[in-house]
């Protein structure tokens, strides 16, 4: 499936490797654009596309967190709960957020719209509390943003208080 | 929040500080970009440009500060096959977000870095391996490669000098270990990233078991001011002659102002927090401070003068790691604060040696019961006891660094820990951690 929709972006990915296993996250990634999680059809094509074995695909996904094997909702939010944020509020913000969504992390809401996760540092320490939804950073957040967010995020698909290309503390212009 | 009249002439930041600087190819050229890889390319010998990085002094800004040059030297000298160059953009040690202001905001001051190691080593591919949470900054990368391609500085032939530089971007995909070097290697051949034994260490026996180096992202945008402004330059910033140059601190915590400060090494610990990051950010006055990063001992205000340079921070006892400096109040639990940073060790250990997997997980536990109100004094022994059974033990240097921060804690704050479990004692809460089955 991913071989006849992707085939241009698959070779293109290949292509910078000498040794075509090296492909395999970029190829998870693909994967996982496409259904929202790595299915394991997806696993076993990705296999054969790269000539290895689909449990060596597995052995790899396992290992790293952001590859879902489960779906997640339209919009996955990912606290970060390491010391620097937990310093700053992070709690109070996973708190605030399981309140508004009415979940508890590792779960998603009834309408499929939002998984809540707390992982480890997102390297954003000097601009917690923060949390990255689906590719998106939201830094210094207080009840308010997360508020305005959500709402933006359930009306629009997207919000404008998500971060820009990252400077701070930011700079004097003009 | 806005960044104060700078008080030493910026490096890595000076570009992006600009007024409407936006990073783009004609923004970075106008600034002067390109020109030492112009300098350089068909002009100066691969092992001159090796020699002047070696006598600017530049150390590593990843984490373990090893002489960028000297990494240089260890590839074998007539070796005629590939050999790769790894731009560790893993960034993953908490404390530290420097590298992503610096790929996201002047990516094309660590192209021309990559470029530049690319040439004196002899590599003509060089992979970015980037942590997968950085979207934006992997994207950003990758607009910023094909500017540069297109304008020559990258790709087959550069610049009209026959030499070959192609760069691609390679994005993580969670994992705190994919920033120690062997494992980045492994993650970026498409396997889980457990840390290889080392010798053979990756000058020899790298990517695909080629000679490879590995470079942090601040250690390459520093290559083209070191090569514009000669060696001599560089080495006579900071602290000479072992710490030189500027360092971005990557401030966090309870100051008022948090954020990336680049300042000369050797400044003090008080100059930093209080000069550049604004001070305490309520009237508690401060606590404790981790000088670099999550794998770095904590220091107590008796540190506040401790020179920010790699022997300094050394001999006082810590690490100036990755620059990254966390500041805690008057009020903070050192013994939460442990616990905070032994579940995230926990969390990302990557289960290949067993004294830090089965350590790890152990260490949380008994944290958490002093935390909570559970211990026992006998607890105090059984984490000092697990932490030197587990640093040394392991392949990577990850056991030594998820040590630190309670034995550091231990050796400052012991108190602490003890009153949580006087408390403990008092109300006849305190808990067996192990299974009667394991008990001797």
């Known amino acids: ?174 | 929040m806005t960044m104060a009249k700078p008080k030493y002439e910026l490096i890595l930041l000076k570009n992006m500080l600009q007024p409407g600087y936006t990073g783009s190819l004609a923004d970075y050229e106008r600034a002067g970009g390109y020109q030492a890889l112009r300098k350089i390319l068909g002009k100066v010998a691969p092992a001159e440009v090796t020699a002047m990085v070696t006598k600017s002094g530049l150390r590593g800004r990843g984490g373990a500060g090893f002489p960028a040059g000297i990494k240089w030297g260890f590839l074998p000298k007539d070796y005629q096959g590939p050999k790769y160059l790894c731009c560790n953009a893993d960034e993953s040690e908490p404390g530290t977000f420097k590298d992503r202001q610096l790929m996201e905001r002047d990516p094309h001051q660590v192209l021309e870095g990559i470029a530049i190691a690319c040439y004196a080593i002899g590599a003509e591919t060089a992979y970015i391996y980037i942590r997968g949470e950085f979207v934006l900054g992997a994207k950003i990368l990758e607009k910023a490669i094909a500017e540069a391609r297109a304008a020559g500085y990258l790709g087959k032939n550069v610049l009209g000098a026959g030499v070959t530089i192609d760069v691609w971007v390679h994005r993580g995909a969670g994992a705190y270990i994919c920033g120690e070097e062997t494992a980045l290697l492994e993650s970026l051949e498409g396997k889980r990233g457990l840390p290889r034994v080392k010798p053979p260490f990756p000058a020899t026996a790298g990517l695909y078991g080629k000679p490879t180096v590995i470079n942090n992202v601040e250690t390459l945008a520093n290559l083209p001011h070191i090569i514009t402004r000669g060696p001599e330059w560089f080495a006579s910033i900071g602290s000479p002659p072992k710490s030189t140059g500027m360092r971005i601190f990557c401030v966090s915590g309870h100051v008022k102002r948090p954020g990336n400060y680049e300042v000369p090494m050797g400044i003090t610990c008080r100059d930093l927090i209080f000069e550049h990051a604004g001070g305490m950010r309520s009237d508690k006055p401060l606590k404790a401070i981790i000088p670099g990063g999550a794998s770095a001992s904590f220091f107590t205000p008796e540190h506040l003068d401790v020179k920010l340079d790699f022997e300094s921070v050394a001999q006082a006892g810590s690490m100036l790691g990755s620059g990254g400096v966390t500041v805690m109040e008057e009020g903070t639990s050192m013994v939460w604060a442990a616990l905070r940073l032994m579940e995230f060790f926990h969390h990302e250990s990557c289960g290949k040696c067993s004294p830090c997997r089965e350590g790890s997980s152990w260490l949380v536990q008994t944290l958490r019961r002093i935390v909570n109100k559970r211990g026992r004094m006998q607890d105090l022994e059984t984490l000092t006891d697990l932490c030197q059974n587990i640093a040394g033990r392991t392949v990577c240097a990850f056991g030594d660094a998820e040590v630190a921060p309670i034995l550091s804690t231990l050796k400052y704050w012991r108190h602490e820990y003890e009153e949580l479990i006087r408390t403990a004692e008092a109300n006849g809460s305190s808990e067996l951690l192990m299974p009667a089955a394991a008990r001797h």
């Not at chain 1, 996982?32 to 996904?61: H, N, R």
């Open chain 1, 1 to 174: 499936m991913l071989r006849e929709k992707y085939k241009a972006e698959i070779d293109e990915i290949l292509s910078r490797y000498p040794l075509r296993r090296s492909a395999l996250l970029p190829l998870l990634y693909l994967a996982q654009k496409e259904e929202g999680y790595v299915t394991e059809a997806a696993m076993k094509e990705i296999a054969s596309i790269l000539k290895i074995t689909p449990p060596q695909v597995y052995e790899t996904v396992t290992f790293y967190t952001m590859l879902n094997l489960r779906p997640v909702g339209k919009f996955h939010i990912q606290v970060c709960k390491s010391l620097m944020c937990a310093l700053v509020g992070s709690d109070t913000l996973l708190g605030w957020l399981e309140v508004r969504l009415g979940i508890k992390p590792g779960n998603t809401t009834k309408d499929g719209l939002f998984t809540l996760s707390k992982v480890e540092c997102l390297a954003a320490c000097g601009t917690g509390p923060m949390m990255q939804i689906n590719d998106d950073y939201y830094e210094r957040l207080t009840e308010e943003k997360v508020d305005r967010i959500l709402a933006d995020l359930k009306r629009d698909g997207t919000s404008s208080l998500k971060s820009g290309p990252f400077m701070w503390p930011e700079r004097t212009d003009g």
